[in-house]
């Protein structure tokens, strides 16, 4: 019985102690190691805060490194107590492969996320039109964007269909053009018209003194010329300034005493109409 008592004496001073040991150490390692890990990732936020980084992709960044960090300390702690971290490391690296491969569509709206908030076509509050889908983006997720559309519906689009469609950000400059055409027939008093335009038109609530509203002849047709009146407005009230030119144009039409006529007089040759 002593020889036993010697041997398993023996054999936790040679294998157990040892073990023991590590498992301290790996411990220390792990609370030490995250504390680390934490502490990088409270300075890598207040820098991208300093450069004034999007909100959502600080968060997908400091997830990112501090799940890497994460794992190489783990790893760390697996050899320190002598498991083989070569198979983990592949077998990791398998499921990586194999999640990327069932996961493409996801990952591709996930890279396309990133893209979009490091490029920046278009922020939150912008009014853009996109994949088919037109308002003003509410969020810009790491999968999906969220837009709400003129007639109040809320639209989640993937990422990766923004990022390969074309992007119309009406937001993006200061001011917006709005032009409304004004068909004419022959006959009229076009200058005195167009003059009577420049002058109503800088009036009308929302449109910008500069740059300059234009009163020109767009293009030439059968029944007469065309006339494109271009003001420029705050982006966000482009529907309300069009509809206000619009009401102006008539009003200023019939103010002048203009007569539209009717369609099948249009289709008449002059001296039928004069007549």
Known sequence: MDAVIEQL????????????LKAMGALVLWFVGRAIIGTFRRVLNLTLQKRQFDATLIRYIESLFAGSLTILLLLGILGMMGFETTSFAALLAAAGIAIGTAWSGLLSNFAA??????????RVGDEISAAGVTGLV?????????????????????????FSDNIVNYSHHAHRRVVVKVPLTHGGDIHGLMKAFRERVVVVPGVQAAPVPSVDVAEFT?????????????PTQAGAVQGAVSLAVEETLIASGYVVLAPAALSLPPLARAG
């Open 138 to 162: 509410q969020e810009i997720g790491l999968f999906a964007t969220t837009i709400d559309t003129g007639d109040n519906l809320r639209i989640s689009v993937g990422n990766n269909r923004l």
């Open 222 to 234: 059968a029944q007469g010329p065309v006339i494109a009146i271009g003001v420029n407005c705050k």
């Open 9 to 20: 004496k023996t054999l936790a001073l040679a294998e157990a102690f040892p073990f023991l």
């Open 113 to 122: 996320g990133i893209f979009l908030l490091v490029l920046r076509p278009f």
